[in-house]
């Protein structure tokens, strides 16, 4: 009888610590991150019903990506693999547009993600921002964020969804970024912002 209530124990004991062992050995599963290969801009004039997409091809890069300490030497590179190519951008003077920015997986035509969401999500983490180059500074031409556009935790909005004016005609260069842990979230340049490069896009506005 006392044989039975000592083995009892045992049992139980190493039946636990075999259950412990496994569940460690148990490979943690992985999130895997989408990667942006298509950026696009929705263009609509205030007053009319018609939307103009702007698409960018750019190179597979994963987001949710840990940049480490990558992220000063990214700064100071060309960013060659996050660049997509040149577009032009027709807008009439003196109006104002409604402007989406969306990201996208499009790896599968069949199965094409939004990852626009995902950057929501961790609005904290990311940052849109819209380089307006010499020709376009002080011609009456801005970019400003749209009252229906999304903010971080601290109340900044991300520059997903914005507002553009024009005034007179002229032509000039915008290059879009899409930072990933900004130091800062306002700035009038790339370098005010910090942090590493997810996204980088340049079309030419003409405003006629």
């Known amino acids: ?9 045992l049992i139980a004991i190493s039946l636990f610590l075999f259950i412990i062992s496994c569940s460690k050995s148990d490979p943690v599963p992985v999130h895997e991150q989408e990667a942006f290969t298509l950026v696009t801009l929705e263009v609509t004039k205030v007053g009319s019903t018609e ?3 702007y698409d960018f091809e750019v190179e597979g ?30 807008l009439e003077a003196n109006s104002i547009y409604n402007v ?20 929501i999500k961790e609005a904290d983490l990311h940052q849109v921002f ?16 749209a009252t229906n556009d999304t903010s971080d935790s601290s ?3 991300l520059l997903l969804k914005t507002i553009w004016t024009t005034s007179g005609e002229i032509s000039g260069d915008v290059v879009g970024y899409l930072f990933h842990k900004p130091t800062s979230k306002t700035g009038t340049t790339r370098s ?17």
């Not at 005010?192 to 006629?208: K, L, N, T």
């Open 192 to 208: 005010d912002f910090g942090g590493a490069i997810d996204i980088e896009i340049e079309f030419e506005v003409h405003v006629e």
């Open 155 to 157: 109340g900044n909005p």
């Open 130 to 145: 819209y380089d307006i180059t010499n020709e376009l500074s002080g011609s009456g031409f801005s970019i400003e964020s």
């Open 51 to 53: 939307t103009i997409r």
């Open 100 to 119: 989406s920015i969306l990201f996208y997986n499009d790896e599968d035509p069949l199965k094409i993600i939004n990852i626009t969401e995902e950057i």
């Open 1 to 9: 009888m006392s044989k039975n209530i000592i083995i009892k124990p």
């Open 61 to 90: 890069h994963d987001h949710g990506h840990d940049h480490g300490h990558e992220e000063e030497e990214e700064e100071e590179d060309d960013h060659d693999d996050h660049e997509g190519e040149h577009t032009e951008i027709e």
